[in-house]
C-alpha cells in the first residue's frame, strides 16, 4: 500500500479550483519531485497532507489513515511524522538559527538538553549552516535562512518529509549540497520525501520519480528518464520552457 | 484548536443577498473565534508563568506593554490632566471655587480620562504592534510550522501577550492617574494661581477606594480587550498585500470602538 495517497483532490478557493481532480502516490522510502510552473497549487498540496488545508472533495491518506477526517489525535501524530521546510523557511523571527531548529526536539521529545544541542549541531553542519547557529534570522540572507528551515524540518528525523523548494534562490553550488543531502537522507534514514522544486536537473537527479502538476491535475508522473522523454505536449512544453530557462 | 483555518465557504457568493449573509455570518463566527482564543488563552496563563520558554516571552512582553510604551502614556496622561485642570479651572474661577480644582481633575481621571487614555494609548502602541506581528507570522507561515510541531500558537503566541496587557493595564491606569493629577496641578499653579499643597490635598480627599476600584476595572476590561482583539486580528490576517496593514488597521479601531463603549456601560452599572 502507498504511504501517501491522493485520490481526486479538489480544492477551491472563493469559487476557484486550485486542485482540480489530483491523484497521484508516494511509495514508502521515494522520493517524488513535485514540477510544475508557479501558482498551480504545489504549495497547496503540501499543505494538505498535515491538514493545513482540507479539500473541497477528494481523500488524502498518509499510511492510511484519512488526513482530512481524523481525530486531532491521530492528526498530531501523522504531523509528528512529518517534517516539513515551508516555502519562505517560516522561522520564528526573536530566535536564533539553533534555537529555531531546536525547537521541535525541545517541544516534542523529552530528549536532554545535551542530546538535543548534539542532534541541533549535526543538522546545520549537514546544511552547512554551524557558522550562522547563534545568528537571528533577519541577520542572514534568504538562502540561508532556507537552509535552516530545511534543518529544522530533518532534526528530528521524521519518516515523511516535505520540501517546498528547498533550493530556490540558493547559488548552484549550494543547491548541489542541498540535493545530495536530500537523497543521502533517502538512502540512508529510508525517509520517504516530497520536493516541489523548480531545479529541473536536480529533480533528474534525486527523484524515483518526477509529478508534473498542472492547472490543478496531475499531468505525468514517471522516472526520470521517461520523464525527459516523454510524448506528452504538455510534459514537453515545460520541458522545453525549462531549458530556455537555462540557455 | 487550529488558528489556521480556512474560509468558511469554497465557492463564491451566488447572490448579492447570499454575500450579505455571509458577511453576517463571518461576523459572528470570528466573535466566538475570540472569545475561544482569549478563553484557552486564560486557560494557558499559568502555563505560560511555569514553562521556561514562554516565560521569557512573557518578560519581553511585559517590557514592551510596560516599559516601552511609557513615554508616551506619561505625555498622554500629563496632557490630559493639564487640559482638564484649564477647561475645569477656568469655570471654578468665575465662581471663585479655584479650592476644588484638585478634587475636579481627580474625579474625572481616575474614574474615566486615565483608564481611557491608557487603553487608547495601549491600542494604538501595543495592540497595532500585535497584530501586525502575528499577521506577519501568519503569512509566513509561522503560526502553521507551530501547529505542525503541535506547539500550541495560543500557548505560545497569544497567552503571553494577553497576559502582559491584563497585568500592565491597571498598573498603567493608575499611573496615568497620577501623572495626569500633578499635569493638573502644574497648571493650577502656573495659571489659575492655586496652591499646590491645596490643591493635593482637595484631590486626595475626594478619591474614595469605589472610584479606584472602578478606574482599575476599566483599565483590567480594556487590557483583556485590547489582547484579544489583537491577537484574533493577527491570526486571522489573510495571504496579500494588503491584509497585514488591514488587520493591524482593524485592531486599532475595533480596540477603540470597545473601550468607549465598555467603558460607557461600566461607568453606567456602576454609578447610578
Ligand atoms: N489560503 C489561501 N487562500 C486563497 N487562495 C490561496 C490560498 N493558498 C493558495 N492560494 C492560491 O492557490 C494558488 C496556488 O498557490 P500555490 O500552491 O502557492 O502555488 P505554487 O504551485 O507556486 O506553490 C494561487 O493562485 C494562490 O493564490
Ligand atoms: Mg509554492
Known amino acids: 500500500m502507498s504511504l501517501i495517497k491522493f485520490e481526486n483532490v479538489v480544492k477551491k478557493f472563493n469559487g476557484v479550483a486550485v486542485l482540480d481532480g489530483l491523484s497521484f502516490d508516494v511509495e514508502k522510502g521515494e522520493v517524488l519531485a513535485l514540477v510544475g510552473p508557479s501558482g498551480t497549487g504545489k504549495s497547496v498540496t503540501l499543505k494538505h497532507l498535515v491538514r493545513l488545508l482540507t479539500p473541497t472533495s477528494g481523500k488524502i491518506t498518509v499510511d492510511g489513515i484519512d488526513v482530512s477526517s481524523c481525530s486531532s489525535k491521530e492528526l498530531t501524530h501523522i504531523r509528528s511524522r512529518i517534517g516539513y521546510l515551508f ?86 553550488v549550494t543547491s548541489v549540497t542541498i540535493n545530495r543531502l536530500i537523497k543521502k537522507l533517502n538512502k540512508e534514514l529510508g525517509i520517504t520525501s516530497i520536493v516541489v522544486t523548480h531545479d529541473l536537473q536536480g529533480a533528474l537527479n534525486i527523484a524515483d520519480r518526477i509529478l508534473l502538476i498542472k492547472e490543478g491535475k496531475a499531468i505525468e508522473c514517471s522516472k526520470p528518464e521517461e520523464f525527459v522523454n516523454s510524448q506528452n505536449p504538455a510534459v514537453k512544453e515545460f520541458l522545453a520552457a525549462m531549458k530556455g530557462e537555462i540557455v | 484548536m487550529t488558528i489556521v483555518r480556512e474560509p468558511i465557504w469554497d465557492d463564491a457568493p451566488a447572490t448579492k443577498l447570499q454575500g450579505f449573509f455571509r458577511h453576517i455570518t463571518q461576523f459572528l463566527s470570528s466573535l466566538g473565534w475570540a472569545a475561544r482564543i482569549l478563553s484557552i488563552s486564560i486557560f494557558y496563563f499559568p502555563s505560560v508563568i511555569v514553562r521556561k520558554d514562554s516565560r521569557s516571552q512573557l518578560f519581553n512582553q511585559l517590557y514592551i ?74 503569512v509566513n507561515d509561522e503560526v502553521a510550522a507551530l501547529e505542525i510541531m503541535s506547539i500550541s500558537p495560543i500557548r505560545y503566541l497569544a497567552s503571553p501577550r494577553i497576559l502582559a496587557l491584563v497585568f500592565m493595564a491597571p498598573l498603567l491606569g493608575f499611573f496615568c492617574c497620577i501623572i495626569g493629577t500633578v499635569g493638573g496641578g502644574v497648571v493650577g499653579v502656573t495659571q489659575l494661581g492655586v496652591d499646590f499643597e491645596q490643591y493635593m490635598a482637595s484631590a486626595i480627599s475626594i478619591a474614595d477606594t469605589k472610584d479606584l476600584f472602578v478606574g482599575l476595572l476599566k483599565a483590567l476590561v480594556f487590557g483583556i480587550v485590547i489582547g484579544t482583539v489583537s491577537v484574533s486580528e493577527g491570526f486571522g490576517t489573510e495571504v496579500g498585500a494588503t491584509g497585514v496593514g488591514r488587520s493591524t488597521q482593524r485592531s486599532v479601531i475595533v480596540s477603540f470602538l470597545l473601550i468607549l463603549m465598555l467603558g460607557y456601560m461600566i461607568t453606567r452599572v456602576c454609578y447610578r
Request: net charge negative; aromatic share 4%.
Open chain 1, 87 to 172: 516555502q519562505g523557511g517560516a522561522l520564528l523571527a526573536w530566535m536564533s538559527v539553533a534555537e529555531n531548529v531546536a525547537l521541535p526536539l525541545r517541544e516534542c521529545t523529552n530528549l536532554k538538553d545535551s542530546e538535543i544541542d548534539e542532534k541541533v549541531a549535526a543538522a546545520l553542519a549537514s546544511v552547512e549552516l554551524s557558522a550562522a547557529a547563534e545568528k537571528l534570522p533577519s541577520e542572514i540572507s534568504g538562502g540561508m535562512q532556507k537552509r535552516a528551515g530545511l534543518a529544522r524540518a530533518i532534526v528530528r528525523e521524521s519518516d515523511i518529509v516535505l520540501y517546498d523548494e528547498p533550493t530556490s534562490g540558493l547559488d548552484p
Open chain 2, 65 to 138: 506593554t510596560g516599559i516601552r510604551t511609557l513615554p508616551v502614556i506619561t505625555v498622554v496622561s500629563l496632557f490630559t490632566g493639564m487640559i482638564l485642570a484649564l477647561q475645569v479651572g477656568l469655570e471654578l474661577r468665575r465662581f471663585n471655587q479655584e479650592i476644588y480644582l484638585g478634587a475636579a481633575v481627580m474625579i474625572s481621571l481616575i474614574r474615566e480620562m486615565a483608564p481611557f487614555s491608557c487603553g487608547m494609548c495601549l491600542a494604538a502602541c501595543v495592540g497595532s504592534a500585535i497584530a501586525a506581528e502575528l499577521g506577519t507570522m501568519k
